[in-house]
């Protein structure tokens, strides 16, 4: 168990950030879904409106640290490629 008052701060800090974390990566698979949804439907209006969306949620996630850059890229690479075989 921590014993310094700087290591049980860090507990609380860190136990706080994980859940702000966690907040944000939900948010972030919750734009995800909205895309894959639209594509599940065949909607190519609503995939496109979806996946407006969905670019600045991942590249926020990217900003604050919650996802890796390329796993942000990738995963608009791939959403967009998808929205695009629509036709």
């Known amino acids: ?4 008052p ?10 706080r950030r994980a ?8 948010r972030i698979r919750t734009f995800v879904k ?3 949804s639209a594509l599940a439907s065949g909607n190519k209006d609503e995939a496109v409106t979806a ?3 969905v670019q600045p949620e991942l590249a926020r996630g990217v ?5 890796h850059k390329n796993t942000a890229a990738r995963k608009f690479s791939r959403l967009t490629k998808r929205v695009a075989a629509l036709g």
């Open 19 to 26: 859940e702000i974390n966690g907040n944000r990566v939900g």
């Open 6 to 15: 700087q290591a049980k701060k860090r507990i609380r800090r860190n136990t």
């Open 63 to 67: 900003a604050k640290g919650v996802l």
């Open 34 to 36: 909205k895309v894959e």
């Open 51 to 53: 996946l407006a969306g």
């Open 1 to 4: 168990m921590a014993n310094t």
